[in-house]
């Protein structure tokens, strides 16, 4: 089992960055495969990013991708999301999510984090 834990949401203008952190508990957090999803008041929990266990391989949705930078440090048993030329329609819930028999869809992570809030102003 695994605990999650975000942190580096807050408020931005259009085009800032902010970095989201995702610490995890457990000795096994090499064995997960991590993802990231946000979600807005009344809409669906979406996808954001996705990374293997080693990092050697990570997806994007659409709406991020070029923008959006996953990365982990198994040693420190992190995950990041830098988050680069933000835009108001990023503003959501953003939650870390571990796996070991998926990758970028939802229904397969069995771990969440509780979510850090980012809101881009215009």
């Known amino acids: 089992q695994v605990q999650l834990v975000e942190s580096g949401g807050g408020l931005v203008q259009a085009g800032g960055s902010l970095r989201l952190s995702c610490a995890a508990s457990?000795?096994?957090?090499?064995?997960?495969?991590m993802g990231w999803f946000r979600q807005t008041p009344g809409k669906e929990r979406v996808f954001v990013a996705v990374?293997?266990?080693?990092?050697?391989?990570?997806s994007y949705a659409d709406s991020v991708k070029g923008r959006f930078t996953i990365s982990r440090d198994n040693a420190k048993n992190t995950v990041f999301l830098q988050m680069n030329s933000l835009k108001p329609e990023d503003t959501a819930a953003y939650y870390c999510?571990?796996?070991?028999?998926?990758?970028?869809?939802?229904?397969?992570?069995?771990?969440w984090g509780r979510g850090t809030q980012v809101t881009v102003s215009s």
């Open positions: 999510a571990a796996t070991t028999r998926g990758w970028s869809l939802m229904y397969y992570y069995d771990y």
């Open positions: 457990g000795r096994t957090f090499s064995s997960y495969v």
């Open positions: 990374i293997d266990r080693s990092g050697g391989s990570t």
